[in-house]
């Protein structure tokens, strides 16, 4: 006799996510791994007297999201301080942060804005100085190239920033820092371990909510790797993290030994994270073409030789790259610094979002992974932020999913905590303005599961609902098929399982 399951969900329909389009009623799990994906007849054999049974009662099983690029520690900040996200005009920016302010706190802390939501201009000292004249003040964009201080903030940090990554105006500092400058603001309002962990708690169960069970997490110089090993080894991760490191920490990853996908399998070693440029939002992505308004073509962060250096260093120690590319000249520069690398190392870059015809061609032919973010086609309708920086001609050619997807290029999708919701992403992949840009639900989903799993080299284990793969599912009220394309984002999450365990349950 077969060993009966720990848990069963009948009674709905499960998205194996297979080539074949395979469709079934319930699952068995056992020990964490998927046993048998079948009619709910046969599932129901595997019931014993300890086991869970779930009556999915129609609803949706879909293999778990993966974000293969997001930052757990902002995306816990956003919901630990002021969340500027939803704001529509720089007031409502100010009112979020009054009202979030913590008394205890030095700084008071907003994450997440976006002026094009109100087709304006970035916050300024000026706006800033009405929170606070005394306490220092950062609202953070949301893409986080971009920061913006008050006057207290900018005057105690000015000196320690390069002034082109200042930005001035009439010969006077605006209070918005870009770059290395941000990257000031992000050491003086570094956590400490104590507050590290709230925060990536935080995150972990916002990430459950919205159906994830895997990240692979972009960290920073901090203490957030070493937060991660205590959680893990405290059995308190319920999400499987893969660690990319910035390369500030290479030197420490190479003399500690440690390599790509080393690790438990709750918490893993990625990639080697590097930059190109900066962000179209902080008009910093490097174009072949200026900007529409600036009239210049954008930052190279790291320039192109010391691009080629890290990228063969990185490559000969074997570990995986994740590049952040956004620009057109920046992509063609990170094509021809992966041009000699290992294929086996699933390098990958990171947005990839102004792409032309050769672009396409030589990502689909190259071995190089497209870490796109779906939820980006949020900028590209008309009258959006690409049509203000890039014009709209380049506008519709920006994060061709649609146009890489038929190319043969392989995709993983991620959300950069833009906002961090697959089927937000989902949503947006499908009811993108063109065709280049469009996917259909299929393929969506798809990128978000077994593209992350393929990323993370975990396809043999995660990214198909499928006997003898680990029981990693989100369960939605609704199918992302069925649904109106423009509501998709709007479907609930009913449930969340890892490995077999029920993380997150709106079930009952
Ligand atoms: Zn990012």
Redesign the pocket.
Known sequence: MTDAADLVLLDGTVHVLDDAGTTAEGVAIRAGEIVRVDKSDEVRHLVGVETEVVDLDGRHVLPGFVDA?T?MLDAGRQLRNADLSACDSPEACLDQLRAGRDERAEWILGFGYDESRWGGSYLARDDLDDVSTERPVAAVRED?HVVSLNSVALERYRTRMPDRDVNTEDGRATGVVVEDAAGVIYDAIDPGPERARTLLLAAQSRAHELGVTGVHD?VRRSVVPRVYRDLDLAGELSLRVRMNYWADFLDAVEETGLATNHGSDRLEVGAIKTFTDGSIGGATAKLSEPYRESGDTGKWVVPPRELRELVDRVDEAGLQLAIHAIGDEAIAETLDALAETDPSARHRI?HAEVLDDELIARLAASDVIVSAQPNFHKWAREDGLYASRLGDERRVRTNQLGALADAGATLAFGS?CMPMDPLFGVQQAVTAPTEEQRLDVTEAVRAYTRGGAYAGFAEDRQGTVDAGMRADLTVLAESPWEVDPSTIGDVDVAATVVDGAVVYDALR
């Open positions: 690029h930052h986080m972009m990171e950069d």
